[in-house]
């Protein structure tokens, strides 16, 4: 299955040259429906006039952002960043709502 998100320039572009495998979102509806194998393809905003596509290769779950962090990254200032950087986007009362999830991505050449 396709699934289609947006996604900011500097996540995209890091994407697109391999430094980011995992991105990060609320576990809403929309999100619960990827599966391992899936493809989701991302639109650059704001013009969004450049599309790539990438494959699912793992899901990780989790109640809240820090604990996703947590169970991924070892450094506490980098757990702690990224947590904090979630709140630019969602709210705390989404995050309670839906909870955290993490999408393992490969890029498709």
């Known amino acids: 299955m ?7 320039e500097r996540p995209f572009e890091n994407i697109k040259n391999g430094t980011k495998t995992v991105e990060f979102r609320l576990n809403d509806e929309k999100r619960q429906k990827i599966k391992i194998g899936d493809e989701i393809e991302f639109t650059k905003l704001p013009d969004m006039n450049e599309k790539i596509t990438v494959k699912v290769l793992d899901l990780y779950h989790a109640k809240y952002f820090k604990e996703l962090f947590t169970k991924l990254y070892e450094d506490k200032d980098e757990i702690e960043r990224k947590t904090e950087s979630m709140y630019t986007i969602y ?14 991505i490969d890029l498709e050449k």
């Open 91 to 104: 709210t705390k009362e989404e995050e309670e709502k839906y909870g955290a999830l993490g999408i393992k």
């Open 2 to 8: 396709l699934h289609k998100m947006r996604l900011y």
